[in-house]
């Protein structure tokens, strides 16, 4: 019940073009998801997070989807660039508790 | 600007040495944590502290232990290092719970194991 499901585990995207990464979990008290960024050589980097009482955040080209009932949401990057081919990590926790839990990454590569 | 560093980029280690991974974080934060990453599997907790000399076991604590004698300092020591200990070994801080869960990582040492 503590796990944090993520797919695809790679996806390529034209330059341009939507990425789209999901994220499935089972644990309802969880209340703060958020996505990480993780380039080569780099620790992992907060990149945008929402709590459920949204159904949507968006922040400049990234927005998460967030559907409370189907417990799943989504990272999707519109405009792909090439500056955004990094490893991307879902994750989860409840505000009482301060660890993560996280899904296995999908490693996003955006063709010139 | 928040800041994480760790010791060592790469580190290779034979098997069977002791191994200690050193952690400093340079904003007052309570909670550190040592992960592992390897590729599809996602970053697995070793270990975490939210004091100092306080520490919890995470999901893979078998062959590590942690030491946190200050705030800012958080060690991750491999006492017989094996070759499947070979791995990104990523420390991480943050705040404590009901404030922020942001987490904010270091860049990590791969470590090698022969």
């Known amino acids: 019940q503590q796990q944090v499901k993520q797919s695809p585990q790679s996806l390529i995207v034209q330059k341009g073009g939507i990425s789209i990464i999901n994220c499935a979990y089972e644990n309802t008290a969880f209340d703060y998801f958020p996505w990480y960024q993780q380039f080569p050589g780099k620790g992992p980097a907060l990149l945008i997070a929402?709590?459920?009482d949204v159904s949507e955040k968006k922040e400049g080209r990234f927005t998460i989807s967030f559907n409370k009932s189907a417990k799943q949401f989504s990272l999707h990057i519109m405009d792909s660039q090439p500056g955004d081919s990094a490893t991307y990590f879902c994750?989860?926790?409840?505000?009482?508790?301060?660890?993560?839990?996280w899904g296995a990454g999908t490693k996003l590569i955006i063709k010139p | 600007d928040v800041k994480v560093t760790q010791s060592s980029r790469y580190l290779v280690k034979r098997t069977g040495e002791k191994v200690f991974l050193e952690c400093v974080q340079d904003m007052d934060h309570e909670n550190m944590f040592w992960y592992r990453q390897d590729p599809g599997l996602g970053l697995r907790l070793i270990y975490f502290s939210y004091d100092v000399k306080m520490k919890e076991k995470g999901d893979i604590p078998e062959g590590y232990s942690v030491s946190r004698e200050k705030k800012e300092r958080f060690s991750l020591i491999l006492e017989s290092a094996s070759t499947n200990q070979t791995s990104m070994y990523l420390c991480a801080s943050s705040l404590p719970s009901g404030s922020s869960n942001e987490q904010f990582f270091g860049p990590g040492t791969r470590l090698t194991v022969l």
């Open positions: 994750a989860a926790s409840t505000n009482s508790n301060y660890q993560l839990i």
């Open positions: 929402i709590r459920p």
